[in-house]
């Protein structure tokens, strides 16, 4: 009888430690998988950043940069480039060059986005899509390429805004896509009157819009 009793408490203490055991088991498991699901939360949240900054560019794609390089033109070692930048239907123009002698000089747009002649005739006359006499910029009959004059300070330093919303840049209406089309630069002044380019002279750097 004794053996008996014996036997029993053998057997009900192997039940409870396999009964142990097996909690622990299921504990360390349990462990595991919140361990697993932390990781694919941080992997979630990884995503939707990365998702965050591609709606960022996204929204970033509705303005469009485009800069040019200017040549020298005529011999006159004018170096420098203009950027034009289109945001909420309106470009902007920012001329940045060297060289230049102290004072007033013209810059136009011109119909032909070709600049390798020396002289830079190859860039044709002022764009022109209306078919308007030459004049100021906003004020009465001008051309669309009649942007006006810059001032160059006494280091040779030239540098222009401009802004308008009567330009694009690659756009479906030609008579405001500047794109394909070059910038000149001239020795003179434009004096606003003198037809059809305002009596500005050479032509010392030009650039295509491209």
């Given at each position: 009888?004794?053996?008996?009793?014996?036997?029993?408490?053998?057997?009900?203490?192997?039940?409870?430690?396999?009964?142990?055991?097996?909690?622990?088991?299921?504990?360390?498991?349990?462990?595991?998988?919140?361990?697993?699901?932390?990781s694919d939360m941080d992997m979630d949240g990884d995503s939707m950043n990365s998702d965050d900054m591609d709606s960022m560019n996204s929204n970033s794609g509705d303005k469009m940069?485009?800069?040019?390089?200017?040549?020298?033109?005529?011999?006159?070692?004018?170096?420098?480039?203009?950027?034009?930048?289109?945001?909420?239907?309106?470009?902007?123009?920012?001329?940045?060059?060297?060289?230049?002698?102290?004072?007033?000089?013209?810059?136009?747009?011109?119909?032909?986005?070709?600049?390798?002649?020396?002289?830079?005739?190859?860039?044709?006359?002022?764009?022109?899509?209306?078919?308007?006499?030459?004049?100021?910029?906003?004020?009465?009959?001008?051309?669309?390429?009649?942007?006006?004059?810059?001032?160059?300070?006494?280091?040779?330093?030239?540098?222009?805004?401009?802004?308008?919303?009567?330009?694009?840049?690659?756009?479906?209406?030609?008579?405001?896509?500047?794109?394909?089309?070059?910038?000149?630069?001239?020795?003179?002044?434009?004096?606003?009157?003198?037809?059809?380019?305002?009596?500005?002279?050479?032509?010392?750097?030009?650039?295509?819009?491209?």
């Amino acid at each position: 009888m004794k053996k008996l009793n014996l036997a029993i408490m053998i057997m009900a203490l192997i039940f409870t430690v396999s009964c142990k055991e097996k909690e622990n088991d299921t504990m360390v498991d349990d462990m595991e998988m919140e361990e697993v699901d932390g990781s694919d939360m941080d992997m979630d949240g990884d995503s939707m950043n990365s998702d965050d900054m591609d709606s960022m560019n996204s929204n970033s794609g509705d303005k469009m940069s485009i800069v040019v390089p200017m040549g020298s033109k005529s011999e006159s070692g004018v170096t420098g480039s203009i950027r034009f930048v289109e945001e909420n239907g309106t470009v902007t123009m920012t001329a940045n060059l060297k060289g230049l002698s102290e004072g007033t000089h013209a810059i136009h747009i011109h119909e032909n986005g070709n600049c390798d002649s020396r002289d830079g005739s190859s860039a044709g006359g002022h764009w022109n899509p209306t078919s308007d006499e030459h004049g100021d910029w906003g004020d009465g009959s001008y051309h669309m390429g009649d942007i006006g004059n810059l001032e160059t300070d006494s280091e040779g330093i030239t540098i222009k805004e401009f802004s308008t919303d009567q330009w694009c840049l690659d756009c479906d209406d030609d008579s405001k896509n500047i794109v394909g089309k070059s910038v000149i630069v001239h020795a003179k002044a434009d004096d606003f009157t003198s037809q059809p380019s305002g009596a500005a002279g050479a032509r010392v750097a030009c650039g295509v819009i491209e």
